[in-house]
């Protein structure tokens, strides 16, 4: 692998054509015999290639966009409400309706109570979290 100085024109784009081909930047700098840490160093420094590094990423984006909306077109309903939810979400959203009838009772236990009540006897939490509040001064 190299020693992370190279800076070559050809070097750099092997990684992009890597990156737009699905490589993620360590297999991609791997394929150009260079490390990870070369190709991040040369997004801070150089604007021009993090800018096409960008692109190459979106255009991967873009690969499994297109393949999804393929698949809603194709018949995929998985596909289709994935795809309505996401392009078209003012019209197209997971929307749950509930309704409860009768009334709602609020009671108020103190923090020892919660931690009696959880208290299964299995693994001593309850008596660690006993211990902290004990520890905090908590008069619950």
């Known amino acids: 692998m190299g020693s992370g100085h190279t800076n070559s024109t050809a070097t750099k784009k092997a990684v992009l054509e890597s990156l737009r081909q699905g490589a993620y930047v360590v297999k991609a700098a791997e394929a150009a015999g ?31 966009v297109d393949a999804l909306y393929s698949k809603a077109v194709g018949g995929n309903v998985t596909a289709m409400i994935f795809y309505l939810c996401n392009r078209a979400c003012s019209d197209w959203r997971h929307v749950q309706h509930i309704q409860h009838a009768g009334d709602i009772a609020v009671t108020h236990r103190s923090t020892t109570e919660l931690i009696n009540a959880s208290d299964n006897g299995g693994f001593g939490r309850s008596n660690r979290i006993r211990d902290l509040l004990a520890a905090q001064g908590d008069k619950n």
């Open 34 to 64: 260079i490390t990870a840490h070369t190709v991040h160093s040369w997004r801070r420094k150089d604007a021009a290639f993090a800018a096409k590094m960008d692109e190459a990423l979106k255009g991967r984006i873009t690969t499994v």
